[in-house]
């Protein structure tokens, strides 16, 4: 199927968008009119942008039904601060109550039984349930139509964090990944929540160069068994890997003895044996295994 966009309708739009650009972080923001009333509401048209200046935009969109526009970005029209709450897997039932229509001057906080905390440098209160908190100005908002569906960019620069302990490795005071259970949002009513099951490390490509998927030997890039992930490991080797006569392999022995008569099939193996080297992160082995048929 192919879509342009301006053939459908802002519901159709809303809903591939969501589906496909996801998942999408939430920004659970806390804000404060003029007179004082507090605001809370989940926004996961959000995401950072830059770490110096520390910048962080969410967008609260004008209403496809009635055009109308949120009572949040009417907030940081009159007051630009913003305390930016990370939503994590415990508190998603009580964020997702906070995203009704409650009139302007309901707390949210109260509604959805969130305890507020006041903030150290600006006016909208932190949600303490939250494990991290950011106080935030807004330093500019950005229209992007008149429409219903139309986004606000509310362009904020991080001005202070607030890190539960609980999320700190003890010496290094770095956060650990695996602790926070960040909640995100896909298509329609569809979360996901990251934890140990779903992270996965992925060796970044260092000031090197990665040789490149080209740079591989033919018979491993057109490789039946091996999948791009796998060339992608393969190919992020800094220059093309020599055998190493030191290396030992007992299964890798098992294979030459046993097809060194079929080439074909003593291939296929090595790339089968090599794939799963792959599959665990084993990368120096899984070449010094491909270079066997070399
Ligand atoms: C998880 C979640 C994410 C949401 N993301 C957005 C968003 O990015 N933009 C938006 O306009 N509305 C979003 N909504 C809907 C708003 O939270 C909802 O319209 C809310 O009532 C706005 O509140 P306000 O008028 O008090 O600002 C989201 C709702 C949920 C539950």
Excluded at 85 to 94: A, E, K
Excluded at 121 to 137: A, G, N, Q, T, Y
Excluded at 157 to 170: G, K, Y
Excluded at 272 to 278: E, N, P, Q, S, V
Aim: glycine share 4%; with cysteine.
């Amino acid at each position: 199927m192919i879509l342009d966009l301006k053939d459908i309708n802002t519901v159709d739009r809303q809903h591939y968008l969501q589906h496909v650009i996801a998942p999408r972080p939430i920004c659970f923001a806390s804000t404060i009119d003029k007179a004082g009333n507090v605001n809370l509401s989940p926004f996961s048209f959000f995401n950072l942008f830059s770490t110096n200046p520390p910048i962080v935009i969410f967008s609260p969109s004008r209403r496809v039904r009635n055009n109308t526009t949120k009572h949040t970005l009417q907030n940081v029209e009159e007051v630009p601060e913003v305390v930016i709450n990370m939503v994590t897997y415990d508190m998603i039932q009580q964020v997702s109550l906070t995203s009704c229509e409650y009139p302007k001057e309901v707390n949210e906080f109260i509604k959805a039984g969130f305890t507020e905390d006041p903030a150290t440098l600006i006016k909208p209160p932190m949600v303490k349930e939250s494990k991290v908190k950011m106080e935030c100005r807004v330093i500019e908002i950005k229209s992007l139509g008149t429409e219903g569906g139309a986004g606000n960019l509310v362009i904020c620069e991080v001005l202070r964090m607030h890190i539960d302990d609980s999320l700190l490795e003890a010496q290094s005071k770095k956060i650990d990944q695996r602790k926070i259970h960040q909640v995100a949002r896909l298509g329609a009513d569809w979360y996901c929540v990251v934890n140990e099951n779903n992270l996965f490390h992925v060796q970044k490509p260092n000031t090197e160069l990665g040789i490149g998927v080209d740079a591989l030997p033919e018979s491993i890039r057109n490789s039946k068994i091996l999948t791009g992930n796998n060339l992608g490991q393969l190919a992020n080797v800094n220059e093309m890997p020599f055998i190493e006569p030191s290396f030992d392999d007992s299964h890798l022995k098992q294979i030459i003895q046993y097809f060194s008569i079929d080439p074909d099939e003593m291939e296929k193996e090595l790339h089968i044996h090599a794939k799963k080297l792959l599959d665990e992160g084993k990368v120096r082995e899984a070449w010094q295994v491909l270079l066997a048929s070399n």
